[in-house]
């Protein structure tokens, strides 16, 4: 079992950054890759970036490309977002989400239900 802790969320005016982490603990060396989701208030959870251990490689929904980045330190098990010009169309609960080695479906169709593993998710406000 993978466990996945994020932190870094909080209230931020629009326009502003804000830098998200995902710790991963637990069965790591089996994580291929891992991926940040978001869900407003009334909305489905839509996947925002993904980020691949063994390539580096990202992926990114087209409404934050440009504009969020996602990166990860193998040493720690973390993986980052960072957010700059955010509007408060970002407003949500931000969530980090990991697929073990043999599961590939989620990178190239990164719904929810293509992850295995799931944080328990943090706060992004951003205010107008």
């Known amino acids: 079992q993978v466990q996945l802790v994020e932190s870094g969320g909080g209230l931020v005016q629009a326009g502003g950054s804000l830098r998200l982490s995902c710790a991963a603990s637990?069965?790591?060396?089996?994580?291929?890759?891992m991926g940040w989701f978001r869900q407003a208030p009334g909305k489905e959870r839509e996947f925002v970036a993904a980020?691949?251990?063994?390539?580096?490689?990202?992926n990114y929904a087209d409404s934050v490309q440009g504009r969020f980045t996602i990166s990860g330190d193998n040493a720690k098990n973390t993986v980052y977002l960072q957010m700059n010009s955010l509007s408060p169309d970002d407003t949500g609960v931000y969530y980090c989400?990991?697929?073990?080695?043999?599961?590939?479906?989620?990178?190239?169709?990164?719904?929810?239900?293509?992850?295995?593993?799931w944080g328990q998710g943090t706060q992004v406000t951003v205010s107008s």
């Open positions: 989400a990991a697929n073990p080695y043999g599961r590939t479906s989620g990178w190239s169709n990164p719904t929810p239900d293509n992850y295995a593993y």
């Open positions: 980020f691949s251990w063994s390539t580096s490689n990202t």
């Open positions: 637990g069965r790591t060396f089996s994580i291929y890759y």
